[in-house]
């Protein structure tokens, strides 16, 4: 049996590690950039094989870090900010497949995060099939 004296250590260093894991989850959250898209997946409707529309890149504090945003988009060249103060870009798309978006150090080229908007097909109506045989007598 544990004497309480070996009890309380034990619990206190489960309650010094356990509250090292969290404040290391947390600093790791904070320091790790973060790419946003919203909105993150675009529907195409029966008719048209094309997506248009509106999507807005956002990112947070990157300390005094201008970015740049590069994509395999055919219409967005290489989008530079011009201060660190900017912290969202909007962009008109029109699409017919997924389009990745990079976010790298504008000086040493570094890529920082990323993120992808994907573009899906609408699934045709489904057809109602008929329970009955046409052949039943009843």
């Known amino acids: 049996m544990l004497s309480k004296r070996k009890l309380l250590y ?16 947390n600093t790791t959250e904070e320091s790790a ?15 048209e ?25 055919k219409d967005l060249k290489k989008w530079c900010s011009t201060s660190p103060d900017i912290h969202a870009l909007t962009v008109n798309i029109s ?8 976010m790298i150090d504008k000086d040493t080229h570094e890529t920082i995060a990323g993120v992808k908007l994907k573009v899906t097909p609408a699934s045709p109506p489904q057809v109602r099939r008929r329970y009955r045989n046409p052949w039943s007598l009843f």
Do not use: H
């Open 49 to 73: 094989k094309t997506c248009d529309i509106e999507v807005t890149l956002e990112w947070g504090q990157l300390t005094n870090k201008t970015i740049c945003i590069i994509s395999d988009y």
């Open 10 to 25: 034990l619990c206190f260093l489960a309650g010094s590690l356990l509250s090292q894991s969290v404040f290391a989850q």
């Open 33 to 47: 950039p973060l790419l946003k898209l919203s909105p993150e997946i675009c529907i195409t409707s029966a008719d």
């Open 95 to 102: 699409a017919d497949r997924d389009i990745q978006f990079v």
